[in-house]
Protein backbone atom coordinates (compact mmCIF):
# COMPACT_ATOMS: atom_id res chain seq x y z
CA UNK A 1 0.00 0.00 0.00
CA UNK A 2 2.32 2.54 1.14
CA UNK A 3 5.90 2.11 -0.47
CA UNK A 4 7.43 3.50 2.63
CA UNK A 5 7.05 3.18 6.50
CA UNK A 6 4.72 5.58 8.28
CA UNK A 7 4.48 6.28 12.04
CA UNK A 8 1.10 7.14 13.21
CA UNK A 9 1.42 9.38 16.07
CA UNK A 10 -1.02 10.27 18.85
CA UNK A 11 -0.40 12.49 22.38
CA UNK A 12 -2.55 12.80 25.05
CA UNK A 13 -1.41 15.91 26.67
CA UNK A 14 -2.35 18.35 29.76
CA UNK A 15 -4.00 21.22 27.50
CA UNK A 16 -3.13 22.56 24.12
CA UNK A 17 0.52 24.27 23.59
CA UNK A 18 3.80 23.02 25.48
CA UNK A 19 4.75 26.99 25.47
CA UNK A 20 2.43 27.62 28.52
CA UNK A 21 3.65 24.89 30.14
CA UNK A 22 1.53 21.80 29.23
CA UNK A 23 3.08 18.45 28.97
CA UNK A 24 2.33 14.77 27.56
CA UNK A 25 0.69 12.42 29.87
CA UNK A 26 0.28 9.85 27.42
CA UNK A 27 1.48 8.20 23.51
CA UNK A 28 1.04 6.41 21.13
CA UNK A 29 3.18 5.36 17.85
CA UNK A 30 2.23 3.11 15.60
CA UNK A 31 4.50 2.04 12.29
CA UNK A 32 2.37 1.43 9.46
CA UNK A 33 4.28 -0.96 6.41
CA UNK A 34 2.11 -1.65 3.42
CA UNK A 35 -1.12 -1.10 4.49
CA UNK A 36 -1.21 -2.57 7.80
CA UNK A 37 -0.08 -1.47 11.97
CA UNK A 38 3.56 -3.94 12.51
CA UNK A 39 4.79 -2.43 15.26
CA UNK A 40 4.03 -0.06 18.41
CA UNK A 41 4.91 1.94 21.26
CA UNK A 42 2.21 2.83 23.69
CA UNK A 43 3.43 4.01 26.88
CA UNK A 44 1.66 6.69 29.75
CA UNK A 45 3.86 9.47 30.71
CA UNK A 46 4.70 10.65 34.16
CA UNK A 47 6.01 14.57 33.53
CA UNK A 48 5.89 15.57 37.28
CA UNK A 49 2.50 18.11 36.41
CA UNK A 50 -0.92 17.77 38.03
CA UNK A 51 -3.54 16.74 35.49
CA UNK A 52 -6.48 19.07 34.78
CA UNK A 53 -10.17 17.53 35.85
CA UNK A 54 -10.98 18.56 32.81
CA UNK A 55 -8.69 16.40 31.12
CA UNK A 56 -8.79 13.43 33.57
CA UNK A 57 -13.02 14.23 31.97
CA UNK A 58 -12.13 14.15 28.86
CA UNK A 59 -9.30 10.82 28.71
CA UNK A 60 -9.97 9.02 31.64
CA UNK A 61 -6.38 9.66 32.45
CA UNK A 62 -5.76 9.98 36.35
CA UNK A 63 -3.26 11.66 38.31
CA UNK A 64 -2.53 8.26 39.89
CA UNK A 65 -2.10 6.54 36.66
CA UNK A 66 0.80 9.27 35.36
CA UNK A 67 2.44 9.30 38.82
CA UNK A 68 3.00 5.42 38.76
CA UNK A 69 4.00 5.16 34.73
CA UNK A 70 7.71 5.95 33.04
CA UNK A 71 9.16 9.15 33.40
CA UNK A 72 9.24 11.21 30.11
CA UNK A 73 13.64 11.11 30.49
CA UNK A 74 12.35 7.54 29.70
CA UNK A 75 9.52 7.60 27.13
CA UNK A 76 10.75 10.46 25.39
CA UNK A 77 14.03 8.92 23.94
CA UNK A 78 12.48 5.51 23.47
CA UNK A 79 10.08 7.17 21.46
CA UNK A 80 12.17 8.97 19.32
CA UNK A 81 14.12 5.80 18.61
CA UNK A 82 11.01 4.12 17.69
CA UNK A 83 10.29 6.63 15.18
CA UNK A 84 13.57 7.30 14.03
CA UNK A 85 14.16 8.57 10.56
CA UNK A 86 10.91 7.27 9.24
CA UNK A 87 8.23 9.41 8.14
CA UNK A 88 5.75 10.74 10.86
CA UNK A 89 1.84 11.31 10.65
CA UNK A 90 -0.62 12.71 12.75
CA UNK A 91 -3.95 13.65 12.82
CA UNK A 92 -4.06 17.48 13.14
CA UNK A 93 -0.11 16.91 12.77
CA UNK A 94 0.98 20.59 13.91
CA UNK A 95 0.06 19.98 17.52
CA UNK A 96 1.43 16.49 17.79
CA UNK A 97 4.99 17.34 16.49
CA UNK A 98 5.16 20.75 18.64
CA UNK A 99 4.63 18.81 21.42
CA UNK A 100 7.54 16.05 20.26
CA UNK A 101 9.73 18.71 19.69
CA UNK A 102 8.88 20.57 23.25
CA UNK A 103 9.72 17.51 24.57
CA UNK A 104 12.39 16.17 22.61
CA UNK A 105 13.95 19.81 23.75
CA UNK A 106 13.64 19.16 27.15
CA UNK A 107 16.04 16.36 27.06
CA UNK A 108 18.54 17.90 24.27
CA UNK A 109 17.35 15.80 21.97
CA UNK A 110 16.10 15.99 18.42
CA UNK A 111 13.44 13.88 16.19
CA UNK A 112 14.88 12.97 13.26
CA UNK A 113 11.57 12.16 11.33
CA UNK A 114 12.16 11.97 7.56
CA UNK A 115 8.55 13.89 6.89
CA UNK A 116 5.22 15.35 8.70
CA UNK A 117 1.97 13.86 7.01
CA UNK A 118 -0.85 15.00 8.53
CA UNK A 119 -4.05 12.86 8.10
CA UNK A 120 -6.42 15.65 9.02
CA UNK A 121 -5.18 17.92 5.92
CA UNK A 122 -5.11 14.47 3.82
CA UNK A 123 -9.19 13.96 4.81
CA UNK A 124 -10.20 17.29 4.05
CA UNK A 125 -8.57 17.43 0.36
CA UNK A 126 -9.31 13.99 -0.87
CA UNK A 127 -12.85 13.78 0.86
CA UNK A 128 -13.81 17.49 0.53
CA UNK A 129 -17.66 16.84 0.61
CA UNK A 130 -17.83 15.62 4.25
CA UNK A 131 -19.49 17.35 6.90
CA UNK A 132 -16.83 17.02 9.69
CA UNK A 133 -13.15 16.26 10.01
CA UNK A 134 -13.02 15.92 13.33
CA UNK A 135 -11.25 11.73 13.86
CA UNK A 136 -14.39 10.50 15.61
CA UNK A 137 -16.81 11.89 12.16
CA UNK A 138 -14.32 11.62 9.84
CA UNK A 139 -13.95 8.12 10.93
CA UNK A 140 -17.79 7.09 10.91
CA UNK A 141 -17.95 8.79 7.47
CA UNK A 142 -15.45 6.40 6.52
CA UNK A 143 -17.08 3.14 8.20
CA UNK A 144 -13.79 2.82 10.31
CA UNK A 145 -14.83 2.19 14.31
CA UNK A 146 -12.82 3.21 17.09
CA UNK A 147 -12.16 -0.45 19.11
CA UNK A 148 -12.05 1.84 22.38
CA UNK A 149 -12.59 4.95 23.89
CA UNK A 150 -11.47 7.74 22.10
CA UNK A 151 -9.32 10.51 23.53
CA UNK A 152 -6.88 7.52 24.79
CA UNK A 153 -3.72 7.86 22.72
CA UNK A 154 -4.02 3.98 21.14
CA UNK A 155 -7.04 4.50 20.14
CA UNK A 156 -6.96 7.38 18.62
CA UNK A 157 -3.79 6.86 16.57
CA UNK A 158 -5.54 3.63 16.23
CA UNK A 159 -8.24 4.91 13.60
CA UNK A 160 -6.18 7.68 12.21
CA UNK A 161 -3.77 4.93 11.13
CA UNK A 162 -6.40 3.01 9.12
CA UNK A 163 -7.98 7.07 8.00
CA UNK A 164 -4.40 6.65 6.61
CA UNK A 165 -4.78 3.46 5.11
CA UNK A 166 -8.36 4.56 3.86
CA UNK A 167 -7.13 7.35 1.80
CA UNK A 168 -4.21 5.30 0.23
CA UNK A 169 -6.90 2.74 -0.99
CA UNK A 170 -8.93 5.50 -2.08
CA UNK A 171 -5.73 7.35 -4.06
CA UNK A 172 -4.85 3.85 -5.53
CA UNK A 173 -8.76 2.49 -6.81
CA UNK A 174 -9.93 6.34 -7.66
CA UNK A 175 -6.80 7.48 -9.29
CA UNK A 176 -4.35 4.36 -10.11
CA UNK A 177 -1.62 6.09 -8.44
CA UNK A 178 1.13 2.87 -8.46
CA UNK A 179 3.27 4.57 -5.78
CA UNK A 180 2.22 5.81 -2.22
CA UNK A 181 4.95 7.38 -1.18
CA UNK A 182 5.33 10.42 1.62
CA UNK A 183 6.37 12.83 -1.32
CA UNK A 184 3.31 12.34 -2.40
CA UNK A 185 1.18 12.64 0.68
CA UNK A 186 3.09 15.69 1.55
CA UNK A 187 2.66 17.40 -1.66
CA UNK A 188 -1.38 16.76 -1.30
CA UNK A 189 -1.03 18.03 2.05
CA UNK A 190 0.24 21.78 0.76
CA UNK A 191 -1.93 21.88 -1.97
CA UNK A 192 -5.50 24.18 -1.99
CA UNK A 193 -8.48 21.50 -2.13
CA UNK A 194 -9.21 22.88 -5.99
CA UNK A 195 -6.33 21.56 -6.77
CA UNK A 196 -6.17 18.29 -5.64
CA UNK A 197 -8.73 16.22 -8.37
CA UNK A 198 -6.35 17.81 -11.41
CA UNK A 199 -2.79 16.84 -9.26
CA UNK A 200 -4.00 13.30 -8.36
CA UNK A 201 -4.96 12.33 -12.27
CA UNK A 202 -1.77 14.05 -13.79
CA UNK A 203 0.33 11.27 -10.70
CA UNK A 204 -2.24 8.33 -11.72
CA UNK A 205 -3.24 5.92 -14.77
CA UNK A 206 -6.69 5.45 -16.32
CA UNK A 207 -8.80 2.86 -13.57
Sequence with gaps: MFDQPI?????????????????ITEVAALRIVGGQVVERYVSLVNCGVRIP???TGLTGITQAMVDSAPPASEVVPELLDFIGGDALSAHNASFD??????????????????????????????????????LGHLSGSLGIRFASAAHRAEADAEVAAQVLIHIGQHLRSSYGIGQIDTDLLVAVNQLAAAKVPQFLQKRGQPV
Excluded at 7 to 23: A, H, K, N, S
Excluded at 123 to 128: A, E, I, K, L, Q
Design 53 to 55: AFI
Design 97 to 134: EKFLRAEAQRLNLAPRHAALVCSLKLSRRVFPQLGSYK
Design 7 to 23: VMLDFETTGLTPVQGDR
